[in-house]
């Protein structure tokens, strides 16, 4: 049996460089953090005692006799590209999915490394984002960027920085006491609505080169972020965020609508400097910068939503359990090692 466990990201700066169609032509740029916020994948080879082969846990419960049967399309895609059989896989979060936090990208990475580990063996940090993304975009056909494999694989305040090579990963190089300034400056509220990323990324993907200006604008950004926390004028952090938010909104319509509208003017009028919708957009979690004297301020004029304490997160996807097995597909039995 193996347990991973795969951190949530938090994307600051850069989103929508990310994309392939933009990178390998213009470069791309992006600001992430991963958070103590995770998902756990329990993997073990399934006991030959059932009527079924394979055990898929997640919002829903699949039982099927085999791969192609299930519905899942990263659990089935990831099962044959790493020649999976007989398994009984649970998925479990500290927070719920399709929010903006790469959750799907998450789940793929912790998969991923729970099958490797199934079988007895390792695989890096680079070659399982590698791998993540090679399952999301190419084996399951969805429509999206490649930070958020890197970031939930790699964990830490990056930058990541993207050609037609592949991909550069920079732990941003800033104080600790910066570090937890900018981290104790930041709220998280969940808007209670979620939403498929892949198909509002659908529309974005099509705007890539019609949205050029503003996306070289959010590359440039990243750079900028960077050079006030290093500079140590953390509120002009809060100030680009509330610019790249705006960009956002010019590349595609779809990101935000009126509710959210609601209430990132609510938090702005009590005091946030900036902020942004995590993710595609669409729904999910509002980021906000507020200085700490008006975050109360903050708290009251979104009474209505849930806040999320946060921290920083520096370990990526790990294992937490592991205990191996000896699986005989011939005889289809497990023992323990």
């Excluded at 500290?94 to 998450?106: E, F, I, K, N, V």
């Excluded at 399982?128 to 490649?146: H, K, M, T, W």
């Excluded at 140590?232 to 952090?237: C, E, M, R, T, V």
Aim: aromatic letters at 12%; a negative charge; proline letters at 3%.
């Amino acid at each position: 049996m193996v347990i991973t466990q795969t951190p949530f990201r938090i994307s600051f700066f850069g989103g929508g460089t990310d994309f392939p169609g933009f990178y390998e032509k213009y470069g791309g740029k992006v600001l992430s953090t991963s958070i103590d916020k995770y998902c756990y994948v329990t993997v073990r080879h399934l006991p030959p005692f059932f009527d079924y082969s394979n055990y898929v846990s997640y919002s829903k419960t699949e039982r099927t006799t085999g791969i192609d049967e299930i519905q899942h399309p990263a659990v089935r895609e990831a099962m044959k590209f790493l020649d999976m059989h007989e398994l009984t896989i649970v998925y479990d979060a500290d927070l719920p999915a399709r929010t903006g936090l790469g959750t799907s990208s998450s789940f793929a990475v912790g998969l991923l490394s729970a099958f490797y580990s199934l079988k007895g063996k390792y695989i890096d940090k680079r070659r399982l984002a590698n791998e993540a993304i090679y399952l999301e975009r190419v084996l399951c056909r969805e429509s999206g960027g490649v930070q958020d494999q890197i970031a939930a694989s790699f964990g830490g305040l990056n930058k990541i920085i993207f050609d037609s090579n592949g991909y550069e990963v920079q732990p941003l190089v800033i104080s600790a006491e910066m570090k937890e300034t900018l981290n104790d400056n930041l709220m998280l509220f969940f808007t209670g609505l979620s939403r498929f990323s892949s198909e509002i990324q659908v529309e974005q993907e099509r705007n890539l080169e019609a949205k050029n200006r503003q996306l070289l604008r959010m590359k440039e950004l990243v750079d900028e972020a960077e050079r006030a926390l290093a500079e140590k004028h953390i509120d002009d952090f809060g100030a680009l965020l509330d610019y790249e938010w705006n960009l956002k909104r010019e590349i595609n319509g779809k990101v935000s609508n009126q509710i959210i509208d609601g209430y990132y003017s609510r938090a702005i009028a009590a005091g946030a400097l900036g902020g942004k919708l995590l993710g595609a957009g669409g729904g999910g979690f509002l980021l906000f910068y507020v200085p700490k004297e008006r975050q109360e301020a903050v708290r009251r004029a979104l009474g209505g939503l849930m806040e999320i304490p946060f921290c920083f997160e520096t370990g990526g996807t790990r294992i937490l359990y592991y205990a191996p097995e000896i699986y005989d597909p011939d005889k289809r039995r497990v023992l323990e090692a």
